[in-house]
């Protein structure tokens, strides 16, 4: 009589890595350090003695220095060993004002090195980089763009030390699909593969392939692989995808509304509608209950603060504490 042996589980399906979540997870864990280097480096093409070599992952939560300012939640943050600071944002829906999102983002690194009684002349270099799976900048058909502060009419550079650059995959899959995109000319190339290797079956074997002769993206796709199998990062990556559908979903009914009444007040009222209803939706907190307090919240920007901090909530009470927070930032200031 023949046994059979334990059946093998079954593979799961793969997590999107351009998924904020996931992302963060395959270039900013412990020990993946070699991975994020290597994306840096292909994104920002230095010269070989200029290449970086080491990096520190830094917090990405940039906290208020006062009540009433915006808190900045970025996906990666990280050092390098010459001091350089660089964010990495990546996007998969356009949540519209990029431009200004990403200068704010820039902005708030760039200025938290200053401490007391330090010279500007050690304010280091800044770099934000976004990434995007959308198009974004209508007026180039380049997918890879870099911004300075530059004199208008004799286009030289203010300084050295701001840089922001926006990567769109789009443009990018374009290129590739007309055979335009090769590593031999970027090597940002196979990391736009490792990107878009769920969704396009001819680019998964052409990610394949590659790794055979690439030890830190086979790294990569190991890693993908791992944590895409495993049930504790399954299940965070589906709560927090579930979140932002409902986020979006709740957005945009409360948007249709706001036309409907149109206006500041309709504004107003429609983004309060949109946290009532992401309450309802991602935590079973009755509207009705919450609505005298969200009511109560009439700035805009403050709206849009507590509607941003709310998507990373992860409990009832750390909505409930936002919203608190909201309200204490509306109050009048001594």
């Known amino acids: 009589m023949v046994t059979k042996g334990p059946e093998k589980p079954e593979k799961l399906e793969l997590l999107n890595p351009k998924n904020d979540f ?6 900013a864990a412990p020990g ?17 003695e200029k290449k970086i070599c080491q990096v520190t992952i830094l917090n990405p939560i940039k906290t208020r220095d006062h009540l009433k300012d915006k808190e900045a939640i970025m996906d990666i943050l990280a050092r390098t060993g010459e001091g350089i600071l660089i964010t990495i944002e990546i996007q998969v829906a356009d949540e519209h004002d990029m431009q200004k999102r990403a200068t704010y983002y820039w902005s708030v690194v760039f200025t938290s090195q200053m401490l007391i009684g330090m010279q500007y002349s050690e304010l280091r270099k800044t770099i934000g980089i976004n990434i995007l799976d959308y198009n974004f900048l209508k007026q180039t058909e380049k997918y890879h763009t870099v911004f300075h502060l530059r004199e208008e009419t004799e286009n030289f550079k203010l300084t ?9 995959l789009p443009k990018m899959l374009k290129n590739w699909e007309r ?9 940002l190339t196979k990391w736009f593969l490792l990107l878009e290797a769920k969704e396009d079956q001819k680019i998964a074997r052409a990610l394949e392939v590659k790794a055979m002769n690439d030890a830190v993206l086979e790294k990569a796709i190991k890693e993908w692989q791992r944590l895409s199998q495993d049930p504790k990062t399954r299940a965070q990556y589906l709560s927090r995808l579930k979140g932002k559908m409902d986020y979006f979903s709740s957005m945009k009914t409360a948007e249709s509304r706001g036309w409907e009444r149109g206006m500041e007040k309709g ?18 907190l ?3 209950g919450i609505q005298e307090k969200v009511r109560r ?4 920007e403050i709206l849009d603060d507590v509607l941003t901090q709310l998507f990373a909530a992860g409990s009832p009470e750390e909505a409930q504490r936002i919203i608190e927070e909201g309200l204490n930032k509306s109050l009048p200031q001594a």
């Open 160 to 168: 050295d030390v701001e840089e922001i650059r926006f990567i769109e």
């Open 286 to 288: 009755d509207p009705a």
């Open 22 to 27: 996931l992302f963060k997870k395959l270039f």
């Open 179 to 187: 055979g335009k995109l090769k590593e031999e000319e970027d090597p």
């Open 267 to 284: 504004r107003t009222e429609a983004k309060q509608d949109a946290i009532c209803q992401f309450l309802f939706k991602r935590f079973g």
């Open 32 to 48: 993946n350090e070699d991975l994020l280097i290597d994306l840096l480096n292909s994104i920002l093409k230095l010269k070989e």
């Open 297 to 300: 919240l009439t700035n805009l």
